[in-house]
């Protein structure tokens, strides 16, 4: 390869991904376009071809490059971390799984990979291996808020309370302005019928996110399990203006009345 084509396909690499950066999809993907179809074999080029698809939102396009470029190198970490995350948003959890499998086997301290590899056993409701895997993420890395947050979230799945408080906790004194982990932490503290201290944390969620449907529908059930109807009625009502389609709070208000009668 001449000098001369060298640089040009750098100085294309580059315009394609300042382009990108810039929101500008459709140039980015002539850049690409242009460099392959000089050079075939450039694996930079499929990769970032595929990145841009995927932003386009042409996800069997992307999943084509990304095949294209591990193809032609197979041991690309970063492709493959990117077709693993596309093929776990399509519900493809094994292709996942085994593109997760793929990059551990050759960095097995691939943070990243480990937290991937968490939520897709989540979903596949192998939920004490996704914990091995958060456990996992958390020891290369102990301040990695999303991994404590579904560390805390499965371990309330599996009953361990106490574990998924000390895990809400870690997330919450990394940030205290975190509305999703007070409400966790709320809902951990409803399942240990620690009920006022469960409205204090949903509490704190809603003056963070008041708008958040979920949190005020949390409230509610936390209210009516200690008998707070009218509170619990309030809640509700306020989860229905943020979500009129909210079928568990139209039934809870069901409940209620019911009760009530």
Known sequence: MGLFSLYKKNSLIKKAYNLFNQGKYQEALKCYDEILET???????????????????RYHEALEAYDKALE????????????A?????????SEALEAYDKILKTNPNHAKAWHGKGVVLEKCGRHHEALEAYDKVLELDPTRIQALNNKGVTCGVLGKYPEALNCFDKELSLNPENGEAWNNKGIILGKLKKYQESIKCF????KLKPADAKTWYNKGITFEKFGKYPEALKSFDE???????????????????????
């Not at 509490?203 to 809603?206: I, N, S, Y």
């Not at 989860?239 to 009760?259: H, Q, R, T, V, W």
């Open 39 to 57: 050079d075939s074999t450039y694996t930079d080029a499929w990769f970032g071809m595929g990145v841009v698809l995927e932003e386009c939102g």
């Open 72 to 83: 032609l190198d197979p041991e690309y970490t970063d492709v493959w971390y990117n077709k």
């Open 85 to 93: 995350l596309l093929l776990g948003e399509f519900g493809k959890n």
């Open 203 to 206: 509490e704190k969620a809603l």
């Open 239 to 261: 989860a229905l203006k943020l979500n009129p389609s909210c079928e568990p709070a139209l039934k809870a208000k069901e409940n209620i009345s019911n009760i009530k009668m």
